[in-house]
């Protein structure tokens, strides 16, 4: 069965198909409650049994956070949404390590790869002011949370995390939470791969005494430099003109006493 081409605006008010990259409404038929198609409905039950891999986006997954907020409700009143479930992907090793979950060959100009799936919620443990998520094969701090979004419009939060220290190489590993409210059993994940910039060019050092070497040369040239109310050189003329009249009389003086 086909969709609806043209829904009213007023349906897109209502529940949205619960396929997690599809922003329709549900049709809300016998045949398909959640979804918008009989084919949505066919694909988010086919892409998100157990022992599936991890949703794969090439060049990045361009949807807004209220949307994967969306999935993870959804998954929550026990819809497929097309989301596998990855019980420790998150957390277990290192992803570059987790080849059989995780495709790292990029495509010709692939500067972003993304990853999608459900785990369990494994909460950051507090290090100081610090939080992080070790890994087991990781000799670094592993995941490092950058970031929390409380969201409460969307009656939700996302954490952000980066690898710390990321590992030599061209790569940069991000790793993303969502979490709704009321909801302990997973959290969804968004993990990315990114191409690192190699045309950073290095930050030209400043000598240290460069400062101190501008100020010396800004009082010398103030020095130099005559008021403001006095044109150029007068001061000295001035005091040049004085000194000569003083040597004269100081020499009439002298011959008067011979």
Request: glycine share 8%; with cysteine.
């Amino acid at each position: 069965m086909l969709p609806n081409i043209s829904p009213p605006p007023s349906a897109f008010m209502g529940p949205k198909c619960a396929l997690w990259d599809c922003t329709r409404p549900a049709q809300g038929s016998d045949w398909f409650q959640d979804y918008c198609s009989s084919f949505h409905a066919t694909l988010a039950l086919n892409e998100d049994p157990p022992g599936t891999t991890p949703i794969l986006r090439p060049g990045g997954i361009s949807l807004k956070d209220n949307l994967l907020l969306d999935a993870v409700r959804a998954k929550a009143q026990g819809k497929n949404v097309g989301i596998p479930q990855c019980e420790g992907a998150a957390t277990m090793k290192s992803p570059w390590n987790a080849t059989e979950l995780f495709e790292l060959s990029l495509l010709e100009g692939e500067i972003i790869r993304e990853w999608l799936f459900f785990d369990k919620p494994r909460r950051a443990f507090e290090s100081g002011n610090r939080k992080q998520r070790s890994l087991p094969d990781y000799s670094g701090r592993g995941w490092h949370e950058s970031r929390k979004q409380v969201m409460k419009e969307f009656a939700g939060q996302k954490r952000s995390y980066y690898m710390d220290p990321q590992p030599s190489g061209k790569y940069e590993w991000h790793l993303f939470e969502y979490e709704i409210y009321g909801c302990d059993a997973f959290a969804l994940y968004r993990l990315e791969l990114k191409l690192a910039n190699q045309k950073k060019s290095p930050k030209a050092k400043v000598p240290k005494d460069s400062l101190a070497d501008l100020q010396k040369k800004m009082g010398r040239l103030t020095a130099e430099v005559p008021g403001d109310d006095k044109p150029p050189g007068k001061g000295k003329t001035k005091a040049n003109k004085k000194a000569a009249t003083a040597a004269a009389a100081a020499a009439n003086f002298n011959s008067a006493q011979d």
